[in-house]
């Protein structure tokens, strides 16, 4: 009597007996694998999509910011070098006096007292209610010597100046460049009101890049 057949699927061409059972795995038809393609194509194109999109959200929010909270401004003359040279692009912070107080040493710009037409940029050295003293070209403050690594030996004004009282709501300010700047020690101390804004950042030129208030003027 016949045996029943019992490998009713031939092994692979050259197969031997015995072989893995997974040697027999059939290979998918060709139009399961361009579905599973085309399928990988759909995630790749929907995942750019979502990339774009939200690099677009970014960018939009980022416009925003500049436009509402920052101005970009250009410096005109050397009063404040050589933190900032003549024809300097830097962003000014609109909106942070609103929410902090200004502080010794800030750069602030602020409507020229005597001609509000016209915006000046100058550090801040003098504070409502202080004393503000030079002598031989070092600056005094309620009679303690304040140390200014910002202004060069070589821009240092040897000229004596005050005392004088800075007024409430009011500041004294001075250029970096002593010896060409007209600050406080021409027009008198600025009124808050004056003060519209603090340079944070200089995008121009590329060697000046950089935050305004960690970048030291020597290094410039």
Do not use: C
């Not at 933190?83 to 912070?93: A, G, H, K, P, T």
């Not at 609103?98 to 000046?120: N, T």
């Not at 804004?197 to 030291?216: N, Q």
């Amino acid at each position: 009597m016949r045996k029943p057949d019992e490998n009713l699927i031939a092994p692979p061409t050259g197969g031997l007996p015995g072989a893995p059972t997974s040697s027999l795995v059939p290979t998918p038809p060709p139009q399961e694998a361009s579905a599973s393609q085309a399928n990988s194509h759909h995630v790749l194109r929907n995942e750019i999509r979502v990339w774009t999109r939200d690099l677009l959200i970014a960018i939009g929010l980022a416009l925003v910011i500049i436009v509402f909270l920052y101005q970009p401004v250009k410096v005109e003359g050397t009063s404040m070098a050589p933190l900032l040279s003549d024809q300097e692009r830097i962003f000014i912070n609109k909106f942070v006096y609103r929410f902090e107080d200004i502080h010794r040493g800030d750069v602030v710009v602020f409507w020229y007292p005597l001609d509000r037409s016209k915006s000046f940029i100058k550090r801040v050295i003098g504070l409502p209610g202080e004393t503000v003293d030079i002598r031989h070209g070092l600056l005094y403050v309620n009679g303690q010597e304040i140390p200014e690594p910002y202004v060069p030996p070589q821009y240092t004004d040897v000229t004596d100046f005050g005392p004088v009282k800075v007024p409430k709501d009011s500041y004294f300010v001075m250029g970096d460049h002593r010896i060409s700047s007209n600050d406080s020690r021409v027009f008198g101390p600025v009124a808050s009101q004056f003060i519209y804004g603090r340079a944070v950042f200089a995008y121009w030129p590329v060697d000046h890049f950089g935050s305004l208030s960690t970048t030291e003027a020597n290094d410039k």
